[in-house]
């Protein structure tokens, strides 16, 4: 069993749990890795969560996890890139947990590296549906909700890709510059409505993925590659959407967050 997630917000008078405890939080791509981690973090903080992902025993893991530890969470098994199944989805979770507060769509993470010439139309729309379509279809599942009852905080996944040129395939770049784009485009649409719109987008991750296909040699030297030091973790990333959907950052709207140790080119 994982470790409870602690934080600077971890204190029952914090912004955030006079603000978001019981709050009912939909998070996509919560099957493992910073999905799974920030789901943690935010039953830690007394909210309920729905994970999303399409590994039902890595789901019933993260729920086991999250449950052992007192909270409250469930899981629903769905493809974000269909429609009908992200209806679904939500459907599941407003039924159990009521109107969903705060939306953290993180389902993505197609950036294995291909040489642009060799980068198929097959997978350029795969890569453009995990990573981009997946946010649309998620937001547009829950944004008529949230309009009608004018409040709501919705964070999505970009990467350190998106923002600048990178290793990863041209379609994960491309993808992911478009996430930010979408944030920013749709925060100031529905800031008069009372939502708002946050973007996360993380550097180099050591999830136990990572860690179990990089090499101990070669995670040092990415490391170095950051000027704090380090690779980042997935509680880096969950501490910094407990922050971006808590009353602290109740002013902030359209913003991408580096969460990239200090390796930012703007």
Known sequence: MSSPVSCWCSSGDSAWHRCCSCA?????GGSRG???????????????????????????????DI???????????????????VGDARRQAESRLGP?????AFAGGQGFPVPSVELTEQRWREVIDSDLTS??????????????????????????????????NLAYGVANAGVVMLT????TEVAPRGIRVNCIAPSAILTETTGARM????????AAMHPLGRMG????????????ASEAASWLTGLTIDVAGGRVTN
């Open 24 to 28: 009912a939080v939909f998070i996509t």
């Open 34 to 64: 910073i999905g799974a981690r920030t789901a943690r973090a935010f039953a830690a903080q007394g909210a309920k969560v729905c994970v999303v992902g399409r590994d039902p025993q890595a789901l019933a893991a993260v729920i086991a």
């Open 67 to 85: 449950t052992g530890e007192g909270g409250t969470a469930i899981s629903t098994v769905a493809d974000v890139t269909d429609p009908a199944a």
């Open 100 to 104: 969903v507060d705060v939306l953290a």
């Open 135 to 168: 946010v649309f279809l998620t937001i547009q599942a829950f944004l008529p909700g949230m309009l009608e009852r004018g409040s709501g905080s919705i964070i999505t996944m970009s990467s350190a890709a998106g923002r600048q040129p990178s290793q990863a």
């Open 184 to 187: 920013r485009h749709l925060a």
């Open 215 to 222: 090499p101990a040699a070669v995670q040092a030297k990415v």
């Open 233 to 244: 973790t997935p509680d880096d990333v969950a501490h910094t959407a407990l922050f971006l």
